[in-house]
């Protein structure tokens, strides 16, 4: 699934400037993103029992205060967001309509999350890994660097959502943390 830039210049770094190996981009002052396309693989399959998210990302050099999104898809009613803010890094699941099996699963309209302190100016591999079910007993469980920092239960399907698909930035229909 190839990304594409709508909101802005994304600057692709040569090898020099490499994360695990690979070329990074610089998404800049947190206006630009990478955009993937609605897709059977991501968000509009009928449901998701399981799902991995793996990113690879570098600190700000000064900033890890200000809420910076690394990814997100879906919007209001269900998604899946990985963000920094307060020093922190926070992994957010949400699934609030009763679409049938295994849902809802915040149905108080709350986000589950789960977070970790992070630093400025480090390199960081962060996963999301859900494994839901029919029976709402499911867990989602983030990973840093290889090592769990949490994990959350009463995890069931996470159904159809295509409120957009974001690498370094957000279509604006997501919920956070603090609400």
Same mark, same amino acid.
């Given at each position: 699934? $190839? ?17 695990? =190996?690979?070329?990074?981009? $610089? ?7 990478? *955009?993937?396309?609605?897709? $059977? #693989? =991501?968000?509009?399959? &009928?449901?998701?029992?399981?799902? #991995?998210?793996?990113?690879? =990302? ?29 020093? !922190?890094?926070?992994? &957010? ?5 009763? *679409? ?32 839901g079910n029919s ?6 469980? #983030?990973y840093l660097n290889?090592?769990? =920092?949490?994990? !959350? ?17 957000? *279509? #604006?229909?997501?919920?956070? $943390?603090?609400?």
């Amino acid at each position: 699934n $190839d990304a594409t830039s709508s909101t802005g210049t994304v600057v692709y770094r040569s090898t020099s400037s490499s994360i695990n =190996f690979n070329p990074t981009a $610089d998404f800049g002052n947190g206006n630009n993103s990478l *955009d993937i396309a609605n897709n $059977d #693989g =991501f968000n509009t399959a &009928t449901s998701y029992t399981r799902k #991995g998210i793996n990113l690879a =990302f570098r600190t700000s050099t000064s900033d890890i205060n200000t809420r910076q999104v690394l990814y997100e898809q879906g919007g209001n009613s269900r998604g899946i967001n990985i963000y920094i803010r307060n020093g !922190f890094l926070h992994l &957010t699941a949400w699934n609030v309509p009763n *679409d049938g099996a295994g849902s809802p699963w915040n149905n108080s309209g709350n986000v589950t999350t789960v977070s970790t302190a992070i630093t400025t100016n480090t390199e960081y591999i962060v996963t999301l890994e859900e494994n839901g079910n029919s029976s709402g007993t499911g867990t989602i469980t #983030g990973y840093l660097n290889g090592q769990s =920092f949490g994990s !959350f239960g009463n995890v069931g399907l996470l159904y159809r959502h295509t409120g957009g698909i974001q690498l370094g930035g957000a *279509d #604006g229909n997501m919920r956070f $943390d603090d609400g």
